[in-house]
């Protein structure tokens, strides 16, 4: 069985083709391949118009692979394969992978121009010999009570309003950003509140402080306090996601910058704004902290 598409995100549309997919042959579980382009196709036609990543393809195969993927096969839209007809680019997953049946969402479009669609998909199956299956909409539920169908696109307009649970509505669990260990400021050092500032391809939820988790490269989990933004208070220009590890966790066995980190986004806490005085500052990241460690957390 096979499914085709960007994946990023790994929401619980996508979670529901590869269910589909295990069960399509009707005999219990089938072999799942994942063709997944990467970067997206817009990023070699009109970068500009490139959606911002919401997982590196090592963090979309392995999420792929959680729900149940046997194999994850990486598509880089080259000139070449961007320029296959739709028949062309079937005859190409056909040769590859020789599937028994693709399985795609009502919107699965394919090959130059995107001219294919689950029609040509399916006039394509009868030719080559597997079967189409077309899975309709997974809806998420928002915290307002709104529904709507679960998308990758909807996930980006989430995040980029702050909206991380409803985000997490999309995605089926919290959103995370993959990176490392980058040299800031030491501004927070100053302050008296380290940081571990970000650096990441994945997209940087809305400005603002967030509690979440930092996963270290040891496989430790522990509470962070996330603060997204300029630095307005400083004069700072450029965005940057920067989170202070709460209970003071040992990260000593690394060096102090290069390592790799995962940032879980899980609640706002407020808006980023202006303060008064540096002590104004202080005083309202020991806030921030205060909420942003969760009740009863054990820290490393």
């Known amino acids: 069985m096979v499914i085709i598409g960007n994946f990023d ?11 589909r997919a295990r069960t399509a042959g009707g005999g219990g579980a089938s072999r799942v391949v994942a063709m997944t382009f990467d970067p997206h196709p817009l990023a070699r036609i009109q970068p500009s118009a490139a959606p911002a ?25 080259s000139a070449a394969l961007l320029a296959l007809t739709p028949e062309e680019f079937i005859e190409h997953v056909v040769r590859d992978v020789h599937p028994v049946a693709i399985v795609e969402g009502q919107d699965f479009r394919f090959g130059k121009g995107r001219a294919g669609d689950v ?12 079967s189409v299956h077309i899975v309709p909409p997974v809806e998420a539920v928002m915290t307002d009570g709104m529904v709507a169908p679960a998308s990758s696109t909807l996930a ?8 991380v649970k409803d985000a997490a509505a999309v995605l089926g669990r919290e959103y995370e950003l993959d990176g490392i ?9 100053q302050l008296g ?7 990441t391809e994945c997209l940087l ?16 989990e522990v509470p962070a306090a996330i603060s997204v933004g300029t630095k307005p208070m400083f004069g700072g220009v450029s965005r940057l996601l920067e989170a202070h590890l709460l209970g003071k966790p040992d990260v000593s066995r690394w060096s102090e ?3 790799p980190i995962r940032v879980r986004v899980s609640r706002w806490l407020r808006d980023q704004m202006m303060f008064e005085s540096v002590e104004s500052l202080i005083r309202q990241i020991e806030a921030d902290c205060r909420r942003a460690m969760p009740e009863g957390a054990v820290t490393a």
């Open 205 to 220: 939820p809305a400005d603002g402080v967030y509690a979440g988790w930092a996963v270290l490269p040891d496989g430790r």
């Open 181 to 189: 260990v980058v040299k800031g400021d030491q501004r927070g050092r």
């Open 193 to 199: 509140y380290p940081t571990a500032n970000l650096g």
């Open 9 to 19: 995100g790994v929401h619980i549309g996508h979670a529901e083709l590869v269910r």
């Open 257 to 259: 910058y290069g390592w």
């Open 156 to 163: 980006r307009w989430l995040l980029s309003h702050g909206r």
């Open 119 to 130: 029609e040509t998909l399916r006039q394509l199956g009868t030719r080559h010999g597997f």
């Open 53 to 77: 990543r919401l997982t590196t393809f090592e963090r979309r195969a392995a999420l792929l692979s959680e729900c149940g993927v046997d194999e994850v096969i990486r598509l880089q839209p």
